[in-house]
C-alpha cells in the first residue's frame, strides 16, 4: 500500500505541477512569445514597406530632380531669348536714333550751305558793284540797281 498512496500522490504532485506550469508558466510565456512574433512580423513589414517608401522617394527625387533642370534649361532659355531681344531692340534705337543725328546733320549742312552761298552772293553783289565801278570810273548805286544785282546772285 505504500506504493499506491505514493504513487498517487506523486500523480497528484505531478498533475498539479503541470496545473501550475501551464497557468502560471506556460500560458504568459506562449502570450509572450505570441507578441514578439507578432512584433517581430510588424516590424519586418515595416522595415519593407520602408524600403519601398524609400525606393518611392529616390524616384520621386530623380523625376523632381529632372522637372527642375528642364525647368532651369527652360528658364535660362528664355533668358538667353529676352537678352538677344533686348539686344535687338537697343539695335534698332540706335539705328533710328543714328538715322535722326544724320537727318540733323544733313539738314543742318544744308542749312549752312545755303547761309554760305548767300553770303557769297551778297559778297559777289559787292565785289560786282565795285569791279563796274571801277570799270566804269564812277560810283555805281547799289540800291538802284538792286534788281539787276539779284539777278545777277541767283546766276551765280
Known amino acids: 500500500m505504500n506504493i499506491t498512496v505514493t504513487l ?7 498533475i498539479a505541477l ?3 506550469v501551464n497557468k502560471v508558466l506556460w500560458t504568459p510565456m ?4 505570441a507578441d514578439r512574433q507578432k512584433r517581430i512580423a510588424d516590424g519586418l513589414a515595416a522595415a519593407e514597406k520602408g524600403k519601398k517608401d524609400q525606393e518611392l522617394a529616390e524616384k520621386n527625387a530623380k523625376q523632381q530632380i529632372a522637372e527642375a533642370k528642364k525647368q532651369a534649361a527652360e528658364i535660362v532659355s528664355q533668358a538667353q531669348k529676352r537678352s538677344n531681344d533686348i539686344v535687338e531692340e537697343a539695335k534698332d534705337i540706335a539705328r533710328v536714333e543714328a538715322d535722326r543725328i544724320v537727318t540733323a546733320a544733313n539738314a543742318e549742312i ?4 545755303n547761309r554760305a552761298k548767300e553770303s557769297l552772293r551778297k559778297e559777289v553783289s559787292s565785289i560786282a558793284v565795285a569791279g563796274a565801278s571801277k ?3 564812277k560810283e555805281v548805286d547799289a540800291k538802284a540797281h538792286a534788281d539787276l544785282l539779284n ?3 541767283a546766276q551765280i
Open 8 to 14: 498517487f500522490a506523486q500523480v497528484a504532485a505531478f
Open 30 to 33: 506562449s502570450t509572450m512569445l
Open 110 to 113: 544744308e542749312q549752312e550751305i
Open 151 to 153: 539777278d545777277l546772285a
Open 135 to 137: 570799270v566804269l570810273k
Open 18 to 20: 503541470i496545473y501550475f
